[in-house]
């Protein structure tokens, strides 16, 4: 193949699809889009409202009382994830085939990773709620998701929406629990779907290889945030698209280095995650003979 033409703005909208996929963590907790995005200096701020409660009127045509909105702030601190390649002129013309399978779908996956890594930062930092009693023992482990998901419903989480995260080392124990329902085996292109093992106790049980050994977090969706801002677009020369999606953003860069006679592509993200609500997140952690 004699060489290419790309297409930033096609490039850039296939990227953030790709990248969808590739998600796993971020694809389960609330998401910051770039519209929402408030901060400077490489720092944004989610505004999460209090919990509100009715209140009753002892009797009718008695004033009503008035609460004003209240919101907690919660900040991000965003760092910028890239993948940059360099493609010789020989590379351009003798080797690159399929610019998406060879060049885009391998730093897409870089980027994902990075995403997923700030993610699992985030849920690793969470102090544990309580130890594992005893992994090996599907019994005791049983009781210790129990006690997870109680804490979870008394803390009036939705139903819908809960997920477990696991270490591999978790996931063996968990599909030893009789109550554990495997999920369906079909083929999918979505990492995530990939990543669900199965349900127990209304928990979506997925597996997550950057989550600490011996680790499970039970979590609602709104326990966690991953906040996703593209790049500004460069002023020079260079080709330059921005693409959003669900609330990921990605910048893709085009260009070339006359001095080393090569093509530069770069696709980047500013990301971060936080904890949002402690109330709705509930971490595992190693074992009491650890």
Same mark, same amino acid.
């Given at each position: 193949?004699?060489?290419?033409?790309?297409?930033?703005? =096609?490039?850039?909208?296939?990227?953030?699809? $790709? $990248? @969808? &996929?590739?998600?796993?963590?971020?694809?389960?907790?609330?998401?910051?889009?770039?519209?929402?995005? @408030?901060?400077?200096?490489? &720092?944004?701020?989610?505004? #999460?409202?209090?919990?509100?409660?009715?209140?009753? =009127?002892?009797?009718?045509?008695?004033?009503?009382?008035?609460?004003?909105?209240?919101?907690?702030?919660?900040?991000?601190?965003?760092?910028?994830?890239?993948?940059?390649?360099?493609?010789?002129?020989?590379?351009?013309?003798?080797?690159?085939?399929?610019?998406?399978? =060879?060049?885009?779908?391998?730093?897409?996956?870089?980027?994902?990773?990075?995403?997923? %890594?700030?993610?699992?930062?985030?849920?690793?930092?969470?102090?544990?709620?309580?130890?594992?009693?005893?992994?090996?023992?599907?019994? @005791?482990? &049983?009781?210790?998701?129990?006690?997870?998901?109680?804490?979870?419903?008394?803390?009036?989480?939705?139903? %819908?929406?809960?997920?477990?995260?696991?270490?591999?080392?978790?996931?063996?124990?968990? $599909?030893?629990?009789?109550?554990?329902?495997?999920?369906?085996?079909?083929?999918?292109?979505?990492?995530?779907?990939?990543?669900?093992?199965?349900?127990?106790?209304?928990?979506?049980?997925?597996?997550?290889?950057?989550?600490?050994?011996?680790?499970? #977090?039970?979590?609602?969706?709104?326990?966690?945030?991953?906040?996703?801002? %593209?790049?500004?677009?460069? =002023?020079?020369?260079?080709?330059?698209?921005?693409?959003?999606?669900?609330?990921?953003?990605?910048?893709?860069?085009?260009?070339?280095?006359?001095?080393?006679?090569?093509?530069?592509?770069?696709?980047?993200?500013?990301?971060?995650?936080?904890?949002?609500?402690?109330?709705?997140?509930?971490?595992?952690?190693?074992?009491?003979?650890?």
């Amino acid at each position: 193949m004699a060489g290419f033409i790309v297409d930033t703005e =096609q490039v850039a909208s296939l990227a953030v699809d $790709l $990248l @969808k &996929r590739e998600l796993v963590l971020v694809a389960t907790v609330s998401r910051v889009g770039a519209d929402d995005y @408030k901060g400077s200096g490489g &720092r944004t701020t989610l505004r #999460v409202p209090v919990r509100r409660t009715a209140k009753t =009127q002892p009797t009718p045509g008695d004033p009503i009382d008035y609460t004003a909105v209240d919101e907690v702030p919660v900040p991000f601190d965003l760092v910028h994830l890239y993948d940059a390649v360099r493609l010789t002129d020989e590379t351009v013309t003798l080797d690159i085939v399929d610019f998406g399978r =060879q060049v885009l779908e391998p730093m897409v996956s870089a980027v994902a990773e990075g995403g997923e %890594g700030i993610v699992a930062d985030v849920m690793n930092g969470v102090v544990p709620s309580f130890p594992w009693t005893d992994l090996t023992d599907a019994t @005791k482990t &049983r009781d210790d998701v129990l006690a997870a998901r109680e804490l979870l419903a008394s803390a009036d989480v939705p139903s %819908g929406a809960r997920y477990l995260a696991c270490s591999p080392s978790v996931t063996t124990a968990l $599909l030893k629990i009789p109550e554990f329902v495997k999920a369906n085996e079909s083929g999918s292109d979505s990492a995530l779907r990939e990543a669900i093992i199965g349900r127990v106790f209304s928990l979506t049980v997925l597996e997550s290889s950057a989550l600490d050994p011996d680790t499970a #977090v039970a979590y609602h969706r709104s326990g966690f945030a991953f906040a996703s801002l %593209g790049p500004a677009l460069p =002023q020079g020369g260079a080709a330059a698209s921005s693409a959003v999606d669900g609330g990921v953003a990605l910048r893709i860069l085009y260009g070339f280095d006359p001095g080393i006679l090569s093509d530069i592509v770069a696709i980047s993200t500013f990301a971060g995650a936080s904890l949002v609500d402690a109330d709705r997140v509930v971490r595992i952690g190693e074992t009491e003979s650890s």
